[in-house]
Nanobody
Framework: QVQLVESGGGLVQPGGSLRLSCAASGIIFSIYAMGWYRQAPGKQRELVAT???????NYVDSVKGRFTISRDHARNTVYLQMNSLKPEDTAVYYCKADRVLTPMNNRDYWGQGTQVTVSS
């Protein structure tokens, strides 16, 4: 019943910026945390940034100081502002919602992924 819809990916030059958005839809009572993961070809999916219901944020070291995660709790939406993009940021970015409470379930959900390409 829950669906995560991502948007904002695209092609940018090194040093450019993008803002990713992810909105969770459905009959949702609460979401403990939301975050972003990414996967480059031939590599494992890695955590990029998370934000909890209390506002605590967590970033992978490689994006600290460049990326900012934020959340609109009322709209079940999470954002990732990406500045000073580098070619190594190129990947498919996936949105994740942790511990989504619905009338029938309490589980995690993943978005479909959005491509971010930083030209070299």
């Amino acid at each position: 019943q829950v669906q995560l819809v991502e948007s904002g990916g695209g092609l940018v030059q090194p040093g450019g910026s993008l803002r990713l958005s992810c909105a969770a839809s459905g009959i949702i009572f609460s979401i403990y945390a939301m975050g972003w993961y990414r996967q480059a070809p031939g590599k494992q999916r890695e955590l990029v940034a998370t934000i909890s219901s209390g506002g605590t944020t967590n970033y992978v070291d490689s994006v600290k100081g460049r990326f900012t995660i934020s959340r609109d709790h009322a709209r079940n939406t999470v954002y990732l502002q990406m500045n000073s993009l580098k070619p190594e940021d190129t990947a498919v970015y996936y949105c994740k919602a942790d511990r989504v409470l619905t009338p029938m379930n309490n589980r995690d959900y993943w978005g479909q992924g959005t491509q971010v390409t930083v030209s070299s």
